[in-house]
């Protein structure tokens, strides 16, 4: 039996396709690796790991080190430019948007420089929350997973979650989350990596 549920199906039985191991500072409170399996229902392959959502929200809002990153490189510039074409067929600079699990804030700066002046980001780092806010960006202390904050609650006009759902232990409960905080004709926007592409790119 997996130690993690399927998270398409909830499936709980599959077949082993490797296993990773790492080396993890103890203070990131997470394993030094997991399996990487493959439902036996539905066939969708993920990461079987020991790790809790408590530990895993522990470490989002404690060890990440993304406030520190660089600037965006032309990739990041990309997908924050395809991004703000596909939405700006739904949404004005006035309308109310929000960025869950923001991390170093790279689309917020982005759409701010452009205008869109009534953006808030919600991220579990402290840190992260400060580092935006540095820039004139409103933004809140806050988890997926935790309770919705409440003068945010049904008032959105696009929620956007990039480059996070992957990191998600349970992603239904995470997507039921978002829906909380989007108006009942607003948008949800979700993005993740496209790994086969990275065989493409010399980018580290």
């Known amino acids: 039996m997996n130690r993690c549920i399927c998270p398409i199906c909830s499936g709980d039985i599959s077949d082993k396709i490797g296993e990773i191991k790492l080396w993890i500072p103890k203070e990131y409170h ?115 997973f935790g309770e919705t904050i409440e003068k945010y609650s049904n008032s959105m006009d696009c929620v956007f979650l990039f480059d996070v759902l992957e990191h998600m232990l349970y992603p239904r409960t995470a997507i039921d989350s978002l829906k909380k905080y989007v108006k009942s004709d607003g948008l949800l926007l979700i993005s993740v990596p496209n790994y086969a592409y990275l065989k493409e790119n010399d980018n580290p």
């Not at 924050?80 to 109310?96: M, P």
């Open 30 to 144: 997470l394993p030094e690796g997991y399996n990487i399996v493959s439902c036996k229902t539905c066939g969708f392959c993920y990461s079987d790991t020991e790790a809790t959502l408590k530990d895993y929200e522990y470490y989002y809002a404690n060890c990440n080190m993304y406030q520190g990153m660089p600037a965006p490189n032309d990739d990041w510039e990309w997908l924050n430019r395809k991004a703000e074409n596909l939405i700006s067929a739904y949404v004005s600079s006035e309308s109310r948007m929000l960025d869950m699990g923001f991390g170093k804030g790279a689309f917020l700066k982005w759409m701010n420089a452009r205008g869109y002046n009534n953006m808030v980001g919600i991220d579990p780092s402290g840190a992260s929350v400060s580092a935006i806010r540095e820039c004139g960006i409103s933004a809140e202390v806050g988890s997926i």
